[in-house]
């Protein structure tokens, strides 16, 4: 993602409407990086515990991610810390140099040190080591939207965010994001500096963050949902309401829940991720499918 490399904003798109008949659409996220809501996220492709490579063959992981691509994916999603290091270093390997159109969102905040094993680190002096060496990893002189992984209770927000800003002012990061965040820290956040997305755990089945969505839906900040298969308990069933759904559409139950997030709200970006070429087909497939307003009344009371 060279700064010189790609125009922004020249084929932004609204965001599309909520309710019944909604499918994928696109949104610019920041005001100007367009892009399909559904994205792939790359923590499919690390072992457990986000420790080590998914694969012993990276080159398994190489074709999952331009099989993304190629599928018309322009949203990936990433970490530093995943691997640690190798998932980035596998977009790098796979898709550089970027196509254009291709935004890529990568994390720092967070240090792994063993399957499991993380510890929070919002010093500026540590945000700037770590956004440096996510753009060498990333082979690119500027990141699309860089998210804190966590804040630091140990830090003023003031100077994580600082640090951050600084980054983005130096040309190394477009658009500033947060990761699992309250809405009381999304409002001082955004006193600070303007905030393009939050990474916030919400689903069909969890929904804890119903507020902070609701804050994004307000000023059209991108929010991005891990976990949008609840850890793949929504793709293996989860009760008779979602299974009958699904069969109405001739769906998995992993596609409807990826649905509903779609036809949730307009903000809402899911970035599933897989190790699995027929899982990331199962899960792009789900775009094309619109509910009823009766299958929204039977999903929403689920929560």
Request: glycine share 12%; hydrophobic share 40%; net charge negative.
């Amino acid at each position: 993602m060279d700064a010189e490399a790609e125009p922004r904003g020249a084929e932004t798109v609204g965001a599309g409407t909520v309710g019944a008949g909604t499918v994928e659409s696109v949104f610019p996220i920041g005001g100007e990086l367009s892009v399909r809501r559904l994205g792939f996220g790359t923590g499919g492709l690390v072992g457990p515990g986000y420790w080590g490579p998914r694969h012993d063959d990276p080159q398994r992981s190489v074709a999952l991610l331009r099989r993304a691509v190629e599928r018309g994916v322009t949203l990936i999603d990433t970490a530093d810390n995943y691997g640690p290091d190798v998932a980035e270093e596998l977009v790098a390997r796979a898709l550089h140099p970027y196509p254009a159109g291709l935004v890529i969102a990568t994390k720092g905040g967070v240090v792994r040190t063993g399957p499991d094993i993380w510890h929070i680190a919002g010093r500026p002096e540590q945000l700037r080591a770590m956004c440096e060496a996510s753009l060498r990893r990333l082979r690119t002189d500027t990141i699309d939207l860089y998210q804190l992984h966590r804040l630091d209770p140990e830090v003023p927000m003031a100077d994580q965010l600082g640090a951050l800003r600084e980054l983005q002012q130096a040309g190394k990061i477009r658009h500033i994001g947060l990761d699992s965040i309250d809405a009381d820290e999304l409002t001082r956040a955004q006193e600070i500096t303007p905030i393009a997305s939050v990474q916030n755990r919400y689903n069909l089945l969890d929904r804890a963050a119903e507020d902070v969505l609701e804050l994004c839906e307000k000023r059209g900040t991108a929010f991005l949902p891990w976990f949008p298969l609840g850890h793949g308990a929504l793709a293996d069933g989860a009760g008779e309401t979602l299974t009958a759904v699904a069969a109405r559409h001739g769906a998995t139950t992993g596609q409807i829940a990826l649905a509903w997030l779609l036809h949730r709200s307009p903000v809402l970006l899911p970035t599933p991720g897989t190790g699995s070429p027929g899982h990331l087909d199962e899960n792009l497939d789900a775009a094309h499918i619109s509910l009823t307003e009766g299958d929204l009344a039977q999903l929403a009371a689920l929560a």
